[in-house]
Nanobody, 114 residues
Framework: EVQLVESGGGLVQPGGSLRLSCSAS????????MSWFRQAPGKERELVAS????????SYTDSVKGRFTISRDNAKDTVYLQMMRAKPEDTAVYYC???????WGQGTQVTVSS
């Protein structure tokens, strides 16, 4: 059974940092690209960042470029999203996903507020 379990969400002040983790199981993690999505209240879910299998090439939506970093540790079957210089508009539920198999985590809430 495939499982994706996110952790690390919470409340962060504007300008602050937070690291999200997603622990994967039930598939050969290193062979698959992984992604982070987010969904803010009243908005559609959007792709935030992706990282390829193998060489781990990252890509980002424009609004987070230069502030967020996606990375992966294939030895730990875990993908990370390092958030820096957080903005109130980053407030959302963040989801980890393995798109090729349409697998999703349960989401973790990130709130950016003073």
């Amino acid at each position: 059974e495939v499982q994706l379990v996110e952790s690390g969400g919470g409340l962060v002040q504007p300008g602050g940092s937070l690291r999200l983790s997603c622990s994967a199981s039930g598939f050969t993690f290193s062979r698959y690209a992984m992604s982070w999505f987010r969904q803010a209240p009243g908005k559609e879910r959007e792709l935030v960042a992706s990282i390829t299998a193998g060489s781990g090439i990252a890509s980002y939506t424009d609004s987070v470029k230069g502030r967020f970093t996606i990375s992966r540790d294939n030895a730990k079957d875990t993908v990370y999203l390092q958030m820096m210089r957080a903005k109130p508009e980053d407030t959302a539920v963040y989801y980890c996903a393995q798109i090729s198999g349409n697998y999703w985590g349960q989401g973790t809430q990130v709130t950016v507020s003073s």
